[in-house]
């Protein structure tokens, strides 16, 4: 790949960003327009772009999948410029909700696509490199839109924002048309059809990493969304600060996760993304009961939010690189779009659940912390849960372990030992994912390793289905 590919590819990329200005640019602007908009809740401005995310990407995903990623991508950010003008322009409530949601259905194209491209593209610790600097370029939402968002505000109005949008639309709509070049070839093509769709989910489902992957990302996504929608609030309204404040706060915010996204792919050369994920689980944990230990110890200020949510924004920099990585190294490159869209589906569902609950029950600090830490505990609880039913052996099965890998031709053979009689196999990647019973008797690091070996073999060799 030469210099200018890569950096058409990075453009390419940078097109997810999109999806946090979406949401984080106009939030410096929430109670401006709660003055304009006084009898309606405007945290709805935010969720119902959170639910056109949802919404779309069950159907993004199989599209790509048998479309390509340019077409696709074209006609979503499309739809969203076009979304983004009315939003823009309106001055109706009822219809800057319904343009919000056509706005999120546009651009959730560019998030489904990035992870696709980068599965298409990557292998291996490329692959993870490729999620962190995807993760990266996805905070560099969260560290210019406030402070963005604060001038804009300051200088203009809440329109103003997302104005800024579409202009953001129109540049992305047009450099797509002109300068990508499909990543997805013919020969990969999926055939559009519920069926074969359905298929593809089932399999993803029964990979337990993957549902895992999935769960934990959509309970972090819970954690910073539910944050986004209240950090204006709380700092604005109750702690009496500027938006100015505000949009530095977020920025530093917005740098820690890409801090993290940048520290990821080097944690991950010598422990699991799952073992990454949990930690930052147990680091959103810690911040949220220190955030509610100290503000109900001391007075609330900027310092007692905001210092054990950094601990909180730390967990969350290290699992969304994390968490993608190791769910899109699960799947199969003809199926990447798919997986992409079931990974996000996931978790913008369980951000929109979280979000709509905080909202609507938390009203202090305090108990922000604690909202924070129950979503956290409930994920490392929810995923041992699911792998302990899901992965459970049968009392009569024998466990294995890997003891090494060995290179037959093209593919990679598993030397698998008894745990209690030491007599050794060996197996295929393909051999033992068909074999179900032999798959349940692995622990979940050896699952983990040949669901990898087997995704990247089968875009290789001759189908077996």
């Known amino acids: 790949m030469t210099s200018w590919q890569k950096l058409l590819l990075i453009i390419t990329f940078s097109s997810g960003i999109t999806v946090p200005l979406t949401n984080d640019l106009f939030v410096a602007g929430i109670p401006a327009m709660q003055q304009v908009f006084i009898s309606h809740n405007i945290t709805l401005v935010l969720s119902m772009s959170l639910l056109g995310l949802a919404i779309a990407q069950p159907i993004y995903g199989p599209l790509s999948d048998h479309f390509g990623r340019k077409p696709v991508l074209i006609v979503g950010l499309l739809i969203y410029t076009l979304a ?22 546009g651009v959730c194209s560019t998030i489904t696509s990035a992870l696709a491209i980068a599965r298409d593209t990557y292998e291996g610790h490329e692959l993870t490199r490729a999620m962190s600097f995807l993760a990266a370029l996805m905070a560099v939402g969260p560290v210019t839109a406030p402070l963005l968002g604060s001038f804009l505000n300051t200088w203009f109005d809440w329109h103003a924002s997302f104005e800024c ?9 047009i450099f797509v048309i002109c300068f990508y070049q499909e990543t997805h070839p013919l020969i990969n093509r999926k055939p559009l059809s519920i069926k074969h769709t359905w298929h593809v989910y089932q399999s993803l489902v029964k ?27 709380f700092i604005i309204d109750v702690l009496h600060l500027s938006i100015l404040t505000y949009g530095i706060v977020m920025a530093i915010n917005g740098i820690i996760i890409m801090i993290a996204s940048i520290f990821v792919p080097k944690l991950c050369k010598k422990i699991s993304h799952a073992t990454a994920s949990n930690i930052g689980l147990i680091l959103i944990a810690l911040g949220g ?12 200020s900027l310092y007692t939010f905001m210092l054990p949510m950094f601990i909180c924004t730390l967990g969350i920099g290290f699992i969304r690189p994390a968490a993608s990585t190791g769910a899109m190294s699960l799947a199969e490159k003809s199926s990447a779009g798919t997986a992409a869209s079931f990974f996000n ?17 938390i009203h202090s600090i305090s108990y922000l912390g604690i909202f924070f830490a129950a979503l956290s505990i409930s994920a490392l609880v929810l995923t041992k849960l699911i792998y302990y039913f899901l992965n459970k052996p049968s009392f009569h099965v024998k466990k294995y372990e890997i003891t090494r890998q060995l290179l037959d031709g093209s593919e990679i053979l598993f030397e698998l030992e008894n745990i209690k009689d030491k007599t050794k196999i060996l197996k295929k990647s393909h051999e033992i994912y068909k074999d179900k019973i032999l798959l349940k008797s692995l622990s979940h690091d050896n699952i983990y390793l040949i669901g990898f070996v087997h995704g990247s073999e089968s875009t290789h060799l001759p189908c077996r289905h």
């Not at 983004?84 to 259905?105: D, G």
């Not at 949008?165 to 709509?173: A, K, T």
């Not at 009961?289 to 609330?300: D, G, K, P």
């Not at 589906?345 to 029950?361: D, E, K, R």
Request: one cysteine or more.
């Open 84 to 105: 983004s003008a009315v939003v823009m322009l309106t001055h109706s409530f009822h219809t800057l909700l319904i343009a919000r949601i056509i706005q999120a259905i």
């Open 289 to 300: 009961i220190l955030m509610f230990i100290a503000n109900t110890s001391f007075i609330n």
């Open 207 to 233: 990979q337990v990493a993957f549902l895992n992957f999935c769960v934990t990302a959509g309970f972090t996504y819970g954690v910073l969304f539910s944050f986004i929608a209240m950090a204006s609030i």
């Open 345 to 361: 589906f996931f978790s913008f569902v369980l951000s929109v659940i979280a979000m709509t609950f905080c909202s609507h029950i």
């Open 165 to 173: 949008l579409f202009y953001l639309g129109i540049f992305y709509s």
